[in-house]
T-cell receptor, first 113, second 111 residues
């Protein structure tokens, strides 16, 4: 039981390049989330997926797209990376939305130069 | 915008001492949760307190919630060096779909 697994762990991109962060959970959770964490800013929600087949914007969605590929997988895509997207990205999941505990992956460190 | 704000931003204590962290939030909440993050790792859930609860315990953790003051506190008793981490409060709004996190309190426990 791995929980929430995200890849890659580390990535360096050049400005304008694209990449996809992959996330998978094996807890049969319905809801999944992508957060970014920046020094002094805490965690901010980028996108979430309440259930398979649905996605919605969070607090900071600009520059990102997501795909809920199936119940297990939720990917985050940067179409044209910018230095402002240098951050640590966390995928998370929960059984449902709302009054629940969410489970985090270990993070993906992304640097855009 | 972030809903919760932790205070202090950083806290340094010695092993055996108690550590208290506070969280203030702005609007009505459904519940409030505390998470811990070790350096370079993901966040781990510690405890959840619902809006109709005032106090909750889990091992060496004690959480209080005062909805009239829109604040919560996390007390770690008899701290250990292994408690060194960042601690975040997170709230679910009544209209909520996801957790909103504060900026965290960085706790250092020295032997």
């Amino acid at each position: 039981n791995a929980g929430v697994t995200q890849t890659p762990k580390f990535q360096v991109l050049k400005t304008g390049q694209s990449m996809t962060l992959q996330c998978a959970q094996d807890m049969n959770h319905n809801s999944m989330y992508w957060y970014r964490q920046d020094p002094g800013m805490g965690l901010r929600l980028i996108y979430y997926s309440a259930s398979e087949g649905t996605t919605d914007k969070g607090e900071v969605p600009n520059g990102y797209n997501v795909s809920r590929l199936n119940k297990r997988e939720f990917s985050l895509r940067l179409e044209s990376a910018a230095p402002s997207q240098t951050s640590v990205y966390f995928c998370a999941s929960s059984e449902t939305q709302g009054v629940v505990t969410i489970y985090f992956g270990e993070g993906s460190w992304l640097t855009v130069v | 915008s972030q809903q919760g704000e932790e205070d202090p931003q950083a806290l340094s204590i010695q092993e055996g001492e108690n550590a208290t962290m506070n969280c203030s939030y702005k609007t009505s909440i459904n519940n409030l949760q505390w998470y811990r993050q070790n350096s370079g790792r993901g966040l781990v859930h510690l405890i959840l307190i619902r809006s109709n609860e005032r106090e909750k315990h889990s091992g060496r953790l004690r959480v209080t919630l005062d909805t009239s003051k829109k604040s919560s506190s996390l007390l770690i008793t008899a701290s250990r060096a292994a408690d060194t981490a960042s601690y975040f409060c997170a709230t679910v709004l009544n209209s909520g779909y996801a957790l909103n996190f504060g900026k965290g309190t960085s706790l250092l426990v020295t032997p």
